[in-house]
């Protein structure tokens, strides 16, 4: 099965609310579709911010990849998050998601990547192991992160 990627657009709003809605319900995030919906206006319509992909197999739309750019002295200029990562479950174990690290891999040049980051649910060791397999490491660090009312 041929695995491709679709750089999402305005078009694609409707699917990839349903497969957000999905991926939140899958890790435990609490899902409104009305602030999912306006960020993600915002975010297909800045192309400052990232970019999201339709991961497809044959043709049929199976998940979605969200990379958000940042920038970090440590790092040596812009660097990105793998923001949401969603594989629908019927077709995990597949080699779709070394497929799909591999793509986002091969697009970091051209967008003048220097590091990529992601994060995992602690609980979630399966996707723990997945991800030092196909090349992530653990920082020692804690991600802490702290909401800004607005």
Same mark, same amino acid.
């Given at each position: 099965?041929?695995?491709? *990627?679709?750089?999402? =657009?305005?078009?694609?709003?409707?699917? %990839? &609310? #349903?497969?957000?809605?999905?991926?939140?319900? !899958?890790?435990?995030?609490?899902?409104?579709?009305?602030?999912?919906?306006?960020?993600?206006?915002? *975010?297909?319509?800045? =192309?400052?911010?990232?970019?999201?992909? %339709? &991961? #497809?197999?044959?043709?049929?739309?199976?998940? !979605?990849?969200?990379?958000?750019?940042?920038?970090?002295?440590?790092?040596?200029?812009?660097?990105? *998050?793998?923001?949401?990562?969603?594989?629908?479950?019927?077709?995990?174990? #597949?080699?779709?998601?070394?497929?799909?690290?591999?793509?986002?891999?091969?697009?970091?040049?051209?967008?003048?990547?220097?590091?990529?980051?992601?994060?995992?649910?602690?609980?979630?060791?399966?996707?723990?192991?997945?991800?030092?397999?196909?090349?992530?490491?653990?920082?020692?660090?804690?991600?802490?992160?702290?909401?800004?009312?607005?």
């Amino acid at each position: 099965m041929e695995t491709t *990627f679709k750089l999402a =657009d305005n078009f694609d709003t409707k699917l %990839l &609310i #349903q497969f957000i809605q999905e991926f939140y319900k !899958y890790d435990g995030h609490p899902f409104d579709e009305a602030t999912v919906s306006t960020a993600l206006a915002k *975010f297909l319509n800045d =192309d400052s911010l990232g970019r999201v992909w %339709l &991961i #497809q197999q044959d043709s049929q739309v199976i998940g !979605y990849i969200i990379l958000t750019f940042g920038y970090s002295l440590e790092y040596r200029g812009r660097d990105a *998050f793998i923001d949401e990562f969603y594989i629908r479950e019927s077709h995990r174990g #597949q080699g779709v998601g070394v497929k799909s690290i591999q793509f986002i891999e091969s697009v970091c040049p051209s967008l003048e990547i220097h590091a990529l980051h992601l994060e995992v649910e602690r609980e979630n060791t399966i996707a723990q192991s997945f991800y030092r397999k196909v090349g992530f490491t653990d920082q020692n660090r804690y991600l802490m992160t702290k909401w800004i009312a607005t």
